[in-house]
């Protein structure tokens, strides 16, 4: 999964670059859940979403099906059973493939589990384009031909050197197969330096999904909530519709990438910030009572900066 939380960072590109290479990859920007099911189950297709913004919320009912099929479809052996035909029948459908999403506003909590985040960073600099015209079939060809000839040493990676597999439960089932290769790929291919690269960074990942690390848009809250809450030593109630347009100024996006108010709930209560007993509603959405020592302690914990305010000149 490809996922980018500001503008301008060439998100799409990963999908452009697999598009050639990956088996029977399909591309597309607003699949229905129908659809998917049945082309992954008779294809297995390797499925790239773009513009996935809709997978932020959990609450979309418009993306339940998908969702469903996305959560289910990321390993082997669990497949979705669906009524079809006239007669009523159910029949099991295999939702397991390679899935790429590309999104800036995230995804939501169980979805973003199952994934293997790539944040993608702003160039300064101009890249060279993609060729349009590259097929890959060379180098796809390549790739079955060594997949072919070396599945034993790759499969002796994944299922006998558990030395090599330091990562357990859904890190271990999502970064294992990478490990296999990475071994296969030093101790083969003299790529030095690989499999320790692939350990660091599934690592990193692991912590990420634990909540050791914070995304940018976490960042940016307790950034808000530092500025939001000075000049005062006291508790104080904050509007979540404000706080997210103060988050929105500081990560420089559009009111529609940004979404609605409800993700700062759930960042709130991730980062242990509030609870039931200091949220409440009012009629335009939720407040909650924020401690400004709190919200210190977390930016030393994840070592998050200051943002500098400039005083207003007269």
């Known amino acids: 999964m490809c996922d980018s939380f500001t503008k301008r960072t060439a998100r799409s590109q990963p999908l452009r670059v697999l ?9 597309t920007s607003d699949p229905t ?21 809709r997978y932020h919320n959990p609450r979309d009912p418009g993306m339940q099906q998908i969702r469903q099929l996305l959560n289910s479809g990321y390993k082997q052996g669990m497949p979705a059973i669906r009524i079809t ?6 029949q099991a459908f295999d939702v397991y493939s390679p899935k790429i999403l590309a999104a800036i506003m995230g995804l939501e909590d169980i979805l973003a589990s199952r994934c293997i985040a790539i944040p993608m960073r702003r160039t300064d600099k101009r ?9 890959g079939a060379g180098i796809r060809h390549q790739l079955y ?19 090599l597999h330091k990562l357990h439960n859904r890190s271990g089932e999502l970064w294992s197969p990478l ?25 990193w990942d692991e912590q990420l999904s634990e909540g050791k690390a914070l995304s940018d848009r976490e960042e940016a809250v307790l950034q808000t909530l530092e500025i939001m809450t000075q ?15 103060r988050v929105r100024d500081i990560m420089g996006i559009s009111r529609e990438q940004m979404g609605h108010a409800q993700w700062i709930g759930h960042v709130l209560n991730r980062l242990a910030l509030t609870d039931r007993n200091r949220k409440k509603a009012y009629t335009g959405g939720q407040m909650y009572l924020i401690d400004r020592t709190e919200v210190s302690d977390m930016m030393r914990r994840y070592d998050v900066a200051q943002i500098q305010i400039d005083s207003p000149k007269n």
């Not at 890249?127 to 097929?135: E, K, L, Q, T």
């Not at 997949?147 to 030395?163: G, M, S, V």
Request: net charge negative; with cysteine; hydrophobic share 45%.
């Open 127 to 135: 890249m060279p384009a993609f060729p349009p015209d590259f097929d």
């Open 85 to 90: 035909g006239e007669d009523m029948k159910p």
């Open 33 to 53: 859940g129908a659809s998917m099911f049945r082309l992954i189950h008779y294809t297995s297709c390797t499925v790239g979403i773009d513009e996935a913004e």
């Open 179 to 203: 490990v296999a290769l990475a071994a296969f790929f030093e101790e083969e291919g003299q790529a030095a330096g690989l499999l320790d690269a692939i350990s660091e960074a599934a690592q």
């Open 19 to 27: 598009q050639p290479l990956a088996f029977n990859m399909i591309s």
């Open 145 to 163: 031909t060594l997949a072919l000839t070396h599945f034993k040493a790759i499969q002796r990676n994944y299922f006998a050197r558990p030395e």
């Open 231 to 245: 000049n005062t030593e006291e508790s104080v109630w904050l509007k979540a519709t404000d706080l997210r347009e």
